[in-house]
């Protein structure tokens, strides 16, 4: 920057960088862009105009001798930040200032990326433990700097930093593979944690594509995503470690998190649960914990309306009238009971409503997502039903379906747009926008507006609402997998579709350009 002949009022790492500085108080956003947290700014007496001729600047040297009687003229100042340090206003460090020399230590950015994976997670407890004694060269420690860094690009858009990050995720890719083919290592709880942050990262960069209503269950044919790779790695994981994991407290809690993972990508690729399931539910059943009959009972019904959807998506999408016909019954009834066995739950539980925060929350959206796809696709397979020349059921109880098929997607729609929170539109309390838990809390409800977003049988309004607060994710939040979801224009025949309100709902288009190239590389591929 040219010296334009008055103090710059830059921060201290800005004026030493010769950047422009955008003065942002208390802290200077430049520097959290640039990996580093802000020194602070300079006292204002010192950005006054003076006079600079020889007496002034005598004057000026003496008052600042007598303000630090006895330093010395060759002693070194140095101002070291540390993940626990707080931006330093003006006051605290007027008082560094004053030395005659002053030597500024930048910490890299590398150092800050477990406080900001800590804070990002906050809500998770075991994630702490598993940080104790982690070397630099461990997979949970390179995960969260290519996480972290991920982030403050998306979020912040830096000039400089792809090929750092594409770096970090090589070593972080290499040294989970390396962890995964350790006897000793391969079913520790750091190592399952780092695979979750790597399916983290792919949600961070959009690296899930969405194809929930035209996932064939086993088609291999479908380009399988990288975060599919990594949901597919825990399940593989979660078998590894056997039921033993589920009567420890922190073995117990890893296991609901990536539970709740592999059964999104169940949902999303429409393929029925892994027998695992039900052995793993009954064992928490027998042993539950305070806060887990909410979890378990929302597990069971995903585990049920994943069975029925990987029998309808192949009847729907093939328009098959006649497999339509025959089994419409059954697939009626599985529905019929999965739901009544969750509200008679709902019903006798009412502690797990009132007042629910965040984490109970997201178990209530995960229900409700799957009840909207299981009833959507209801309608889609009575429109076939109603359209078979043999159909043997009465067009009037085929209508009454469609309506009571409606309206529950209706009510949990409305409910899901009440889960919101204000910081993205809506009117959920939430924690500060501006804090990295904010991050969390707005994944949470990814997945829940995506299907909303692209479900026609929704209302229309709550779908522009869950558009809307979907691409205020992508953009203020860095999120990019929130930019993905498009309403829906599936491959099902006609004859399912009739009735069905027209899909007009517009998308904001994302720049292509602003997902790097470099997030292709190669996922870490479990063994099976």
Same mark, same amino acid.
């Given at each position: ?91 605290? =460090? ?26 990002c ?27 972290s ?13 792809h ?11 290499s ?8 006897p ?7 190592t ?36 599919? =790779?990594h949901?597919?790695?825990l ?68 585990a ?22 025959v ?19 709902v ?40 359209h ?27 409910? =899901? ?24 809390d ?9 299907h ?14 869950a ?15 929130a ?25 904001r ?20």
């Amino acid at each position: 920057m040219p010296n334009t002949g008055k103090p710059s009022p830059n921060c201290h790492l800005c004026r030493q960088r010769r950047v422009k500085c955008d003065l942002e108080r208390p802290r200077c956003q430049r520097c959290i862009k640039y990996g580093v947290r802000c020194p602070g700014y300079r006292d204002e007496q010192d950005l006054r105009f003076q006079n600079a001729n020889l007496d002034s600047f005598e004057k000026r040297k003496r008052k600042k001798q007598m303000q630090s009687p006895g330093a010395d003229p060759k002693e070194l100042r140095v101002l070291a930040f540390t993940p626990e340090s707080s931006a330093s206003p003006a006051a605290e =460090v007027s008082d560094l200032l004053s030395a005659p020399l002053l030597q500024v230590i930048r910490q890299h950015w590398s150092a800050e990326s477990i406080p900001f994976v800590l804070s990002c997670y906050s809500s998770i407890g075991f994630l702490p433990t598993l940080f104790e004694g982690a070397r630099d060269d461990h997979c949970l420690v390179k995960t969260c700097q290519v996480f972290s860094r991920a982030y403050v690009i998306n979020r912040f858009r830096p000039d400089t930093g792809h090929r750092e990050l594409s770096t970090c995720l090589g070593e972080a890719l290499s040294s989970v593979s390396a962890a995964l083919s350790s006897p000793k290592s391969h079913t520790s709880d750091a190592t399952i944690v780092a695979v979750w942050l790597l399916g983290n990262y792919e949600l961070l960069m959009g690296g899930i594509e969405r194809k929930s209503f035209t996932s064939r269950p086993g088609d291999s044919s479908s380009s399988t995503s990288s975060w599919d =790779v990594h949901s597919k790695g825990l399940l593989s994981l979660l078998r590894a470690r056997g039921d033993r994991q589920l009567f420890t407290r922190s073995g117990r809690q890893i296991f609901w998190t990536m539970f709740t993972i592999v059964q999104i990508q169940c949902v999303i690729s429409n393929t029925p649960p892994p027998g695992d399931f039900d052995r793993w539910l009954r064992i928490i059943e027998q042993t539950l914990q305070a806060g887990e009959a909410l979890p378990l009972n929302t597990g069971r019904y995903i585990a049920s309306a994943c069975s029925l959807l990987s029998r309808i998506l192949p009847i729907t999408l093939e328009g098959d009238r006649e497999a339509a016909c025959v089994c419409y019954d059954v697939l009626v009834q599985g529905c019929d009971n999965a739901e009544l066995t969750m509200l008679e739950w709902v019903r006798s539980a009412p502690e797990y409503q009132t007042g629910a925060g965040p984490v109970w929350q997201y178990f209530w959206n995960a229900w409700r997502t799957v009840r909207m796809k299981l009833h959507h696709m209801m309608i889609l397979l009575t429109n076939l039903v109603e359209h078979s020349a043999d159909s043997p059921f009465q067009p009037e109880a085929l209508r009454e379906r469609r309506q009571l098929c409606r309206g529950i997607i209706a009510s949990t729609a409305q409910e =899901v747009v009440d889960s919101i929170p204000k910081s993205l539109g809506g009117s959920m309390p939430d924690v500060d926008s501006t804090t990295p838990s904010a991050y969390f809390d707005a994944c949470r409800v990814i997945w829940p507006l995506s299907h909303l977003y692209v479900i026609p049988t929704a209302p229309r309004r709550l779908r522009i609402v869950a558009r809307d607060a979907l691409f205020r994710i992508g953009r203020e939040k860095g999120i990019l997998t929130a930019l993905k979801p498009r309403p829906g224009r599936g491959r099902f025949p006609p004859e399912t579709l009739a009735g069905l309100p027209t899909d007009d709902l517009e998308g904001r288009e994302v720049d292509s350009t602003s997902i790097p190239s470099w997030t292709e590389v190669e996922p870490v591929r479990v063994r099976q």
